[in-house]
């Protein structure tokens, strides 16, 4: 992200602010960034007197205040960051004083993650003045494989096609959780190797063969033996695949089925864009285009609704999951 590699650069270059404001939905940004902060700006013989970490949860507006003005102990500047500041959302409206004259000589940064400080409060605007106001924005599914490419391009790795759809697959959109299973493989892979399938069964433990991104494949090429043996196990792997989240992902095919079938332009590119997916998956698009018309991809979508909300009790209590998938596919292969 741009405005992440700009803030860092900031501060490299002494450009460094008294008062940061990191909030957002997505906390993988908002952690580096607070982690870089904690690092960099203090040298290690000033940490142990010059930086103060409290968490929300646990501290007030008062104290924080009170760290802030303090002045340095044989250093330039003090560090003050308050982790999962969103705990204080009730009273961060306190702050406003401070923010408009904050003290030149401490650092305070404020982690709000998972959700954002309304753009139009005056402290918000007061931080923006005197210091650093960022959004830490979910990323699109889409834009998701992308990313992992480019962090493991950076780290002197690379990643084949499937094996990043899959981590997509499983993780969505949460980077913080696929940064962390990525740092896992790099410590088991040598620096220059390919990621593949058959890393990811092996070490993440999701089946390179059974698996939704597969399941999902098979139904919209009408392999129909593919597709209940990898119902039957998903039902003996309940854990591992839940059938509310497979439920959800096939439900989230056919919804952009029916709109592939409505464009009028299905090139890869404007496909991937009106879909809102890796253009990796357009070609499963084009194949269950092919295989399924507008009137039956309507009907597969209400027998999906009808199994989601079986699998939650409505309307069919205690249905054993295979007899549930097997329902299923059983309306959509007929």
């Given amino acids: 992200m741009d405005e992440v590699v700009k803030i860092i650069n900031d501060i490299k270059a002494g450009n460094i602010k008294p008062i940061y404001l990191l909030m957002g939905e997505e906390a993988y940004y908002i952690d580096k960034l607070t982690e870089y902060i904690e690092q960099h700006i203090l040298l290690e013989e000033e ?24 002045y340095p102990m044989i250093a330039e500047r003090q560090v003050v960051i308050v982790k999962e500041a969103q705990d204080l959302s ?11 004259n904050p003290q030149p000589t401490t650092v305070l940064v404020l982690a709000y993650k998972y959700k954002t400080v309304d753009k139009r409060k005056k402290l918000v605007k007061l931080i923006d003045k005197k210091g650093v106001v960022f959004e830490s924005k979910k990323m699109y599914e889409n834009q998701v494989g992308q990313w992992i490419s480019k962090v493991l391009h950076g780290r002197g790795y690379g990643i084949e096609p499937k094996a990043m759809m899959m981590l997509v697959e ?26 593949t399938p058959h890393h990811i069964e092996e070490n ?11 399941f999902r494949k098979a139904i919209g090429s009408k392999n129909q033996l593919k597709a209940f043996q990898i119902a039957e196990y998903f039902s003996q792997n309940k854990k591992e695949n839940p059938i509310v989240m497979t439920s ?38 084009e194949e269950a285009f092919r295989n399924y018309p507008m009137r039956k991809v309507s009907t597969i979508i209400n027998s999906i609704r009808d199994m989601d909300m079986k699998s939650k009790g409505v309307g069919g209590a205690n249905i054993p999951d295979y007899d549930l998938y097997k329902e299923l596919l059983v309306t959509i292969f007929n």
């Fill in 248 to 285: 959800g992902l096939v439900f989230s095919f056919f919804s952009g089925l029916l709109l592939y079938h409505g464009l009028k332009d299905k090139s890869q590119t404007n496909v991937a864009k009106v879909l809102k997916v890796n253009p990796f998956f357009v070609k499963d698009y």
């Fill in 90 to 100: 009730k009273t961060i409206d306190s702050l406003e004083t401070y923010a408009d």
């Fill in 47 to 70: 940490r142990d007197f010059n930086q103060t970490i409290v968490y929300g949860r646990d501290t007030t507006i008062d104290e924080i205040v009170a760290h802030a003005k303090r």
């Fill in 170 to 195: 499983f993780m969505g959109n949460d980077l913080s959780r696929i940064a962390n299973e990525l740092t896992k493989l790099e410590i088991i892979l040598p620096k220059g190797s390919t990621i």
């Fill in 204 to 214: 993440i433990g999701f089946s390179k063969d059974f698996n939704v991104f597969e």
